[in-house]
């Protein structure tokens, strides 16, 4: 019964991953050739050999399965956003999040993103990118900064199907986000410049 679970789930995961990827005549393979392979060991995994007892038929079926689970991790974790460094500083408080997504499989994958963030911190939806095979792939995520406070964002990945896609990243974002006092200093401080050159002119022409 145990067997039988894990097996679902892996055909689960395995059903999952294919529907994200993408195929086309550019590409070495099919999404459905891509992953046969997963399929065919988790069969195999499931029957029962020929001349072998029932713990000898257990343990290799163990085996078979933890092998396929571990293979299926290998592809979620290829496909992963590269981490910053922990800290990103927002030029202005209109500037886009810029991320980098990397794909280690032989075949392009869609990719969804799950943003959390403060109120302080608007950010928008990308809805779902596709990715290059074996290359990377800079992603704009809008963003509007109603404070130039220190802001810690979480960011996820999942594949269009809804797998998760590696380890959530959390960046500390920083931003010079002055909003409407900037622009009334800058608004007074024109004026002011403005009233100088006239009374300058005035007492010249004077």
């Known amino acids: 019964a ?3 679970e894990k097996v679902r789930a892996n055909l689960a995961r395995t059903a999952q991953l294919e529907g994200s990827l993408v195929g086309s005549p550019d590409t070495v393979t ?38 396929t689970g571990s293979t299926l991790t290998r592809m979620q974790d290829s496909v992963a956003l590269l981490d910053p460094g922990g800290r990103y500083t927002l030029a202005s408080e209109r500037s886009p999040l810029l991320l980098i997504v990397r794909n280690e499989l032989a075949l392009p994958i869609r990719v969804q993103m799950d943003i959390a963030a403060p109120d302080a911190l608007n950010v928008g939806d990308v809805g779902v990118q596709e990715i290059p095979p074996a290359g990377t792939r800079q ?61 300058r002119l005035w007492h010249r022409f004077r």
């Open 30 to 67: 099919t999404p459905q050739a891509y992953v046969a392979p997963l399929r065919e060991d988790m069969l195999r995994a499931v029957a029962t050999p020929e001349g072998q007892t029932l713990t000898q038929a257990r343990d290799l079926q163990n085996q078979r399965l933890a092998g």
């Open 2 to 4: 145990a067997n039988a």
């Open 139 to 199: 992603i704009q995520i809008p963003t509007h900064a109603s404070t130039s406070e220190r802001a810690t964002v979480q960011i996820a990945m999942a594949s269009s199907t809804g797998l998760p896609l590696s380890a959530p990243v959390t960046l500390e974002i920083y931003t010079n986000a002055y909003g409407k006092p900037l622009f009334w200093i800058t608004v007074g401080a024109g004026t002011l410049l403005i009233l100088l050159i006239i009374r």
